[in-house]
């Protein structure tokens, strides 16, 4: 059964850094595109980047372009979120995706918070 | 970017009606667009494709359609499990955008 879990939120100050990590189960990291999509509270939802499987490519939302760096560790079938000069507008929950066909996300996590606050 | 525009931004209805949410694009997407459905405190969920149509699994109530830059997503006959934020997302671009969602609640 594919799984994914997402860590590593938290309170972080303005100005500061997090990163996030997103284990996955139940199928090989190396196949798939993987995604970051946020939520601010009471908010939509704002795609953040994607990566593919090899990492053959990257791609960021221009909010978070050259502060956010997506990486992945197939041997350990994780994906990470660095994520650098935070700001309030980055408080949100951050949900990591599976991408199959189609550019369908058919697989999420249950979300980690990421607050940013002084 | 890609701005993708949701309407209504929320709507009211009752077990039974026939629901449409509209989805504009900015530019033209062909058919790239995939529907999701999000309840309170939880992670979204897919949907459906307009590009593939129905997807395995997805009650045959849900329909989708579009190309080009407008797009619908229509829910036939409402269940009481239906009652949700529904977002479109375009992925033509790969700077994937996403709808402002609408939500679906009681009437």
């Known amino acids: 059964e594919v799984h994914l879990v997402e860590s590593g939120g938290g309170l972080v100050k303005p100005g500061g850094s997090l990163r996030l990590s997103c284990a996955g189960s139940g199928f090989t990291f190396s196949y798939y595109t993987m995604n970051w999509v946020r939520q601010a509270p009471g908010k939509g939802l704002e795609w953040v980047s994607s990566i593919g499987g090899s990492g053959e490519y990257i791609y960021y939302a221009d909010s978070v372009k050259g502060r956010f760096t997506v990486s992945m560790d197939n041997d350990k079938n994780s994906l990470y979120l660095q994520m650098n000069s935070l700001s309030a507008d980055d408080t949100a929950v951050y949900y990591c995706?599976?991408?199959?066909?189609?550019?369908?996300?058919?697989?999420w996590g249950q979300g980690t918070l990421v607050t940013v606050s002084s | 970017d890609i701005q993708m525009t949701q309407s209504p931004s929320s709507l009211s209805a009752s077990v039974g009606d026939r629901v449409t949410i509209t989805c504009r694009a900015s530019?033209?997407?062909?058919?790239?667009l995939n529907w999701y459905q999000q309840k309170p405190g939880k992670a979204p969920k897919f949907v459906i494709s307009?590009?593939?149509s129905l997807q395995s699994g997805v009650p045959s109530r849900f329909s989708a359609s579009g190309s080009g830059t407008d797009f619908t997503f229509t829910i036939a006959s409402l269940q009481p499990e239906d009652f949700a934020t529904y977002y479109c997302q375009q992925t033509y671009s790969t700077l994937r955008t996403f709808g402002q969602g609408t939500k679906v609640d009681v009437k």
């Open positions: 995706a599976r991408e199959i066909g189609g550019s369908i996300s058919d697989y």
């Open positions: 530019q033209n997407i062909n058919n790239y």
């Open positions: 307009t590009a593939s």
